[in-house]
């Protein structure tokens, strides 16, 4: 297996565009994890999908941020209007159950 | 709710030398603890795992006793080597309530040469 598979690797772009990131997990995994990784705020888990239904997505800073997971193969986080403090490491992970995740390589967003 | 708690990086320490990462956790449950390592430019991968009290998970010569009367999963590697310098991150998972995992805030280990 491919492991999950993240793209694009690296994004810059420019405050006030849309950025879509997008995450493919490991064939049979049931959950599908996003966290974002900053130096000062460290791994914060923004949601989670269960069978592509999401369970908690308490972590979502604010209405901006949405994510979806239209099949079981796939899943994107989308940022609109995107901010300069919205640059961060966003690490897609996923899971046959809650023993073991499996993480992306990650996507670096720079935003301008 | 659960937590988990670590000791604040970075460690630096020599080539050889023994290696402790302190790790304790709050649960109300019975959660299984994992440690996950982070190299540089890479997601977390599971470094070890214990699911219940009294196991001790392994590999790559890193151990982790799950204490439950302390409610600790140290880390430990008797001789470490340039190539463990990473971050390391002690979670929890309770999946008797079939929740997610809760990660620590990571510790930061430099080996030197």
Request: glycine share 8%; proline share 5%; net charge negative.
């Amino acid at each position: 297996d491919a492991g999950v598979i993240q793209s694009p690797r690296h994004e810059v772009t420019e405050m006030g565009q849309e950025v879509t990131l997008r995450c493919k997990p490991i064939s049979g995994h049931d959950y599908l994890f996003w966290y974002r990784q900053t130096m000062m705020r460290g791994l914060e888990l923004l949601i989670y999908f269960n069978n592509n239904v999401p369970i908690d997505d308490s972590g979502m800073p604010e209405d901006r941020f949405s994510a979806k997971m239209p099949n079981a193969s796939f899943s994107t986080l989308k940022i609109q209007p995107s901010e300069p403090r919205d640059s961060a490491v966003y690490f897609c992970a996923s899971s046959y159950d809650l023993n073991e995740q499996f993480f992306g390589p990650g996507t670096r967003l720079t935003v301008l | 709710g659960d937590s988990v708690t670590q000791m604040e990086g970075p460690v630096t320490l020599s080539e050889e030398a023994f290696l402790t990462i302190n790790c304790t956790y709050t649960a109300t449950g019975y959660p299984s603890l994992f440690w996950y390592v982070q190299y540089p430019g890479e997601g977390l991968q599971l470094l070890l795992k214990a699911t219940k009290a009294d196991d001790k998970g392994s590999n790559k010569g890193f151990e982790a006793t799950y204490r439950k009367e302390t409610t600790s999963f140290h880390l430990e590697k008797g001789s470490v080597q340039v190539s463990d310098s990473a971050v390391y991150f002690c979670a929890l998972s309770d999946t008797n309530r079939d929740d997610k995992i809760i990660f620590g805030k990571g510790t930061r280990l430099h080996i030197l040469p």
